[in-house]
Antibody, heavy 118, light 109 residues
């Protein structure tokens, strides 16, 4: 069965960096685009970024462009999100999600919490 | 890209039907038949319940149905059950990006 497991979250000071990982299993990871979606505490879902199956195409939400970078290593079945120049408003649970034909997200991980605080 | 507009909350009694609206613009819902809906229980990851406006993934109850008209999509849950109490989010493709609604809390009375 499809499994997505995020890791790498934690408490980080404003202005610092953090890298999140999402390890996939149960499907051919290298054949699918993947997304990051975040959810601030008590708030709604916010789409963050998408990366194509081979990593050649990346799109970002305007709110994070220039500070967050999505990447993947298909040899390790792993998706990454590099978060730089972190701000308090980046505090959220970050989910990775499997894409279907650039239309919707059919499987989600359990999320990893990033808390930006001094 | 602004969030899609959903009512903050809806409620219904067991056995009743409820509808949650999701209003976007001509740049998202109005341009693409690519609205999806997600159910999220407290502390859990979102779960896909409808895609491409009205299609149900395998295993999702037929009590969940969807439609759209112009810039507005709708999710209808019939024969409400206690387990349907959750947050519901709509989402639309918006051309190289995706936009979610603010979420609707469904309370089963």
């Amino acid at each position: 069965q499809v499994q997505l497991v995020e890791s790498g979250g934690g408490v980080v000071q404003p202005g610092r960096s953090l890298r999140l990982s999402c390890t996939a299993s149960g499907f051919t990871f290298s054949s699918y685009a993947m997304h990051w979606v975040r959810q601030a505490p008590g708030k709604g879902l916010e789409w963050v970024a998408v990366i194509s199956y081979d990593g050649s195409i990346k799109y970002y939400a305007g709110s994070v462009k220039g500070r967050l970078t999505v990447s993947r290593d298909n040899s390790k079945n792993t998706l990454y999100l590099q978060l730089n120049s972190l701000r308090a408003e980046d505090t959220a649970v970050y989910y990775c999600a499997k894409d279907v034909d650039w239309k919707y997200f059919d499987y989600w991980g359990q999320g990893t919490l990033v808390t930006v605080s001094s | 890209q602004s969030a899609l507009t959903q009512p903050a909350s809806v409620s219904g009694s067991p056995g009743q039907s409820i509808t949650i609206s999701c209003t976007g613009t001509s740049s998202d819902i109005g341009s693409y038949n690519l609205v999806s809906w997600y159910q999220q229980h407290p502390g859990k990851a979102p779960k896909l319940i409808l895609y491409e406006v009205s299609k149900r993934p395998s295993g999702v109850s037929s009590r969940f149905s969807g439609s759209n008209s112009g810039n507005t999509a709708s999710l209808t849950i019939s024969e409400l059950q206690a387990e349907d109490e959750a947050d519901y989010y709509c989402c639309s493709y918006a051309g190289s990006s995706w936009v979610f609604g603010g979420g609707t809390k469904l309370t089963v009375l």
